[in-house]
């Protein structure tokens, strides 16, 4: 219990800090958008700062039964108890932080196709929007190779995975995307927008 108090308040930390960076340098991502779900967006930290910056944009959550129950009440945020692997959200697009690097390729190409499916055409400006790690890009300094490792070390510590761009390219295909864009933010953490 004391545990998952800690992991969400650093999550909730985390996503003031990047997406405060995500929205100062590459805000062109989230302009123009109607709606979009965060997808295991956890209490919602992210969307938070997001739909401050963009108040135009419908934001909702989708996380587990658990999670959502200690969603904050008198927001703007909609919080929406369902599973990822079954069925995602309709919205214009879909958010995902800290979400893919927590699954083998394989579970990650069903939660890509699922949110593949809740989303329109590019035509019509449908994407998904991931802020996760990319390794190989940002800086190659020895600070952040010492980073890079500590993070290769957690991950595998929790079973998941840390992809590099050929690694995501293999896993957006898989799951039925046409294309990427990789925006390096803060040095290997980045978004990646991936068009249907
Ligand atoms: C590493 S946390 C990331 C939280 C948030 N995106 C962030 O960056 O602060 C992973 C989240 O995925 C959620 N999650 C795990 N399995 C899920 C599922 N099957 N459906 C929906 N959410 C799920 C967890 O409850 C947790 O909130």
């Not at 890509?112 to 998904?128: E, F, H, T």
């Not at 991950?155 to 293999?170: A, H, L, S, V, Y």
């Not at 957006?172 to 933010?185: D, L, R």
Request: glycine content about 10%; some cysteine; hydrophobic content about 45%.
């Amino acid at each position: 219990m004391a545990f998952d108090a800690l992991i969400n308040d650093g999550m909730v930390s985390d996503s003031n800090f990047i997406v405060d960076i995500a929205v100062k340098e590459h805000g062109e991502v989230f302009q123009g958008l109607s709606s979009m779900v965060d997808v295991g967006g956890g209490l919602a930290a992210a969307v938070q700062a997001i739909s401050k910056a963009f108040p135009e944009v419908k934001c909702s959550v989708l996380d587990l039964g658990h999670i959502v129950a200690k969603a904050p009440s008198g927001t703007l945020v909609e919080y929406v108890a369902g599973d990822m692997f079954e069925s995602v959200p309709p919205a214009n697009a879909i958010l995902l932080k800290w979400v893919p690097h927590d699954w083998g390729d394989e579970k990650c190409i069903k939660i890509l196709k699922n949110c593949r499916k809740a989303i329109p055409s590019r035509d019509i400006g449908g994407k998904v929007i991931i802020i996760d790690i990319v390794f190989g890009e940002g800086p190659s300094d020895q600070k952040h190779r010492e980073l890079q490792a500590l993070f290769d070390l957690y991950i595998t510590f929790i079973n998941g995975i840390q992809r590099d761009e050929q690694e995501w390219k293999k896993v957006f295909f898989a799951a039925g995307f046409s294309g990427y864009n990789i925006m390096p933010v803060l040095g290997f953490r980045s978004i990646i927008e991936v068009y249907p």
